[in-house]
């Protein structure tokens, strides 16, 4: 049914006045939850309820007739009358949360987010637009804080609604897949997905559309994730379904587990390795309890893992190594690393086995000791075969020091001269070196003194000293100068025909009676002097090359000594070391001497003394050492000597001379057979030689010694004589009536000597 104008009707057909519905409408609007703003066509405010002042800040009489734009932020105001006629040329409802950004502003200045809802409104007067305002601080408040959780997760965090289209990324999505953000958005999720697996995506996100339910990450799955570059890499992710007023959404967390799978595929090879490890390996807490066993710990103890595991490693150990057992375990404790450790331990059937065991200590993240690793190695058959070659060497070395010595000699006891002898062979190898020394009677009183070293090591170098110090021995016993017979050397070394093959040689005569010692040295190191009150010295001979180099002349020297007078001869095994200076450990050397000599032991003291300061670690050298002292015998008690000429009469002159000294001396018993000695040897001297001739007289507590020399290099030698013959008995006669005789060259022609005891 009709009305007339300004009437309504009731939901019974009443009609009703116009100021009944306006009544009714006005209330509608004031039981309205949001603020509702009521304006013309031209934007002027013509209705608001309560909640508009409240919202606002307004009374309602401050609002009225007021153009909207009053509400607006003043930044948007320029924009928003071409958006309110834009409006009003294309009317229709526009739902609240529409997808602007919209902002009221209060009557104090602050601004704050809104959504609203317009709708036309056509009336008797005109067209008018309603406003629904609500205030969605608390919610934007609450969509920055997620959004701010969702910044500060670790994980690449996706959020796409129920038809797989991404609405939400977080930076680490960013840095993970290369995007920026701006290229996810509104982009189906399978864009992160590898090729191969989209056809199966849209099935599986259907199937967790269907059956929502939270998985976590690391579900058992193998997944991967598709980068911008092309790029797959390993990921875990954790699904959640989130209920939202827009409708279902799905948050996905996912985690790169490149690194993770990496360190598993390494974890997986080394427990592979060890696994097929030739060597026992196995854990163990800190108080012995086994947490590992490989098959190679099966194979070497006899217990399979299942019997070891749990048990204590002490089972491993007899009874008297339990202690060491613990000893190992607290250094383990106290993050102490044990390397090659060699031990005795016993297998599961009592079976004693050596082995060797490498311990450290096992840690957590923060350094703690928690535990240890054991690899362990069976060296029975490696200690059998030490022990048969400590053997075999022992043999060796037994075998070869018995042939050097052998070949070196035992030097014979010279009557009147202290010495005092040490020898080391060398600890490495089989200890045989070059170095020998010898003590050679000469005679008359005197003594040689020979000291030598072959380079090299071995056998070779044990034949050749042998070789040499023999010959050197025999020509020695000549009576041959030093420089003679170190010429003589030369070419036996030359000889010998050995490549590379050089030895260094000293050697000495000792002539008490004169208090001489002439010496001749090849390439060997200084002799040193050692005289009571004085300081020790080195003798200042010539030194020229070693023996072998040959073609080069040596020189000797005669050199005064007094009585008493210490000698110190030493090979190079005694002061060499790697990269020292040989010539600062000589002078060392002769300090120590020094020092050795301030005490009341004897040379053998002296000897023993210099050995342990310079030698302190006799098992640790690696060349053979030599060292020889000698103390000079006192002077004779007495000497006289003439000039005779070489005339038939000098004989007589000579008894007499004899005759009378031996008289003054208290030897007359002596006289006749010394007469006769005498003159059978003068006599060849005066018939043979070339004057004048030098008759000696010297005697000790001991023994008178004779010597007569001539200008004749022409040696005397005895001879048998035939029956016929009236000469040729006379050195026959000395050679049965003297206690020792001999002939020795000199630089002027010969010297032949006798001796009687007193």
């Known amino acids: ?324 057992v613990t000893t190992l375990l607290k250094r383990l404790g106290d993050g102490e690393k044990v390397e090659h450790f060699e031990t005795l331990r016993v297998t599961r059937t009592g079976r004693l086995i050596d082995v060797d065991v490498t311990l450290w200590p096992t840690r957590t993240s923060d350094g703690t000791v928690t535990g240890a690793c054991a690899i362990v190695r069976d060296i029975s058959d490696r200690k059998r075969a030490e022990a048969e070659l400590t053997a075999l060497y022992e043999q060796q070395r037994h075998i070869a020091l018995t ?105 000495l005569v000792i002539a008490p009676d004169t208090g001489e010692v002439t010496i001749c040295s090849a390439g060997h190191l200084p002799v040193l002097l050692a005289v009571p009150g004085e300081s020790i010295r080195a003798l200042p001979a010539p030194v020229s090359a070693p023996l072998g180099v040959g073609g080069i002349p040596h020189q000797q020297a005669c050199l005064a000594v007094p009585p008493g007078a210490t000698l110190l001869l030493y090979t190079d095994g005694l002061v060499e070391t790697p990269g020292g200076d040989i010539e600062a450990q000589i002078t060392e050397l002769a300090v120590t001497v020094g020092r050795a000599f301030t005490g009341d032991g004897g040379l053998e003291a002296v000897a023993d003394h210099v050995l342990s300061v310079v030698l302190p670690d006799t098992d640790g050298h690696n060349d053979d050492v030599t060292l020889l002292l000698l103390q000079l015998p006192a002077a004779p008690l007495a000497t006289v000597t003439t000039d005779l000429p070489t005339v038939p009469s000098s004989v007589g002159e000579a008894r007499a001379f004899l005759s009378r000294t031996l008289t003054a001396w208290g030897c007359a018993e002596r006289t006749d057979d010394a007469c006769l000695l005498l003159s059978e040897i003068l006599t060849n001297s005066v018939r043979h030689g070339r004057g004048p001739i030098e008759l000696q007289l010297r005697r000790t507590s001991t023994e008178l010694t004779v010597e007569i020399g001539d200008r004749s290099s022409q040696l005397p030698h005895p001879r048998l004589a035939t029956s016929e013959e009236e000469s040729g008995r006379g050195l026959i006669i000395v050679d049965a009536l003297a206690d020792a005789w001999g002939v020795r060259p000199s630089g002027s022609g010969k010297t032949t000597w006798f001796t009687v005891r007193l």
């Open 403 to 507: 042939l050097q010595r052998s070949l070196m000699g035992t030097p014979p006891a010279i009557p009147g001269l202290a010495t005092a002898s040490r020898y080391l062979p060398a600890t490495q190898g089989a200890g045989v070196g070059g170095d020998w020394f010898d003590l050679i009677p000469l005679g008359a009183g005197r003594v040689g003194v020979l000291i030598g070293d072959v380079m090299g090591r071995g056998l070779e170098a044990a034949a050749v000293m042998g070789q040499l110090r023999s010959a050197a021995h025999a020509l020695a016993k000549t009576g041959m100068e030093p420089r003679q017979l170190m010429q003589a050397l030369d070419a036996a070394v030359t000889d010998l025909e050995l490549p590379d093959q050089l030895v260094t040689c000293c050697y």
């Open 1 to 324: 049914m009709d009305t007339a104008a300004g009437q309504g009707t009731d939901c019974r057909g009443v009609t009703l006045g116009v100021g009944v519905v306006e009544e009714r409408f006005r209330a509608l609007l004031e039981a309205a939850p949001d603020a509702m703003v009521i304006a013309d066509d031209a934007g002027v405010i013509t209705l608001v309820n309560a909640q508009t002042e409240a919202l606002f800040g307004y009374p309602r009489e401050e609002l009225l007739g007021r153009p909207v734009e009053l509400l607006v932020p003043t930044r948007f105001r320029g924009q928003h009358h071409r958006h309110r006629d834009e409006y009003a040329a294309n009317r229709q409802v526009r739902p609240m949360g529409a997808g602007l950004e919209l902002y009221g502003l209060r009557k104090d200045g602050t601004e704050f987010p809104v959504e609203i809802s317009l709708s036309p409104l056509e009336t008797a007067d005109g067209l008018l637009f309603s406003a629904a305002v609500r205030d969605v601080s608390d919610r934007k408040a609450a969509e920055a804080r997620f959004r701010a959780l969702l910044e500060a997760a670790p994980d690449a965090m996706v959020i796409a609604d129920d038809a797989g289209v991404i609405t939400l990324v977080n930076a680490q999505t960013e840095a993970l897949f290369g995007y920026p953000r701006e290229e996810l958005l509104g982009r189906p999720v399978e864009l992160l997905v590898p090729t191969r697996f989209r056809g199966q995506h849209h099935r599986h996100r259907d199937e967790y559309a269907a059956n929502r339910q939270v998985r976590p990450m690391g579900a058992g799955l193998e997944l991967y994730g598709l980068r911008k570059d092309g790029t797959e890499f390993p990921v875990e992710i954790s699904l959640s379904p989130l209920e939202t007023a827009d409708g279902l959404l799905f948050s996905a967390a996912v985690r790169d587990v490149s690194d993770r799978k990496a360190a598993e595929a390494r974890i997986n090879e080394l427990a592979a390795l060890v696994e097929s490890s030739q060597d026992a390996i196995l854990a163990k807490t800190l108080d012995g309890r086994i947490t590992y066993w490989n098959a190679a710990a099966h194979s070497l103890y006899g217990y399979t893992a299942a019997e070891a595991l749990g048990r204590n490693v002490a089972m491993l150990a007899l009874p008297e190594y339990q202690e060491e």
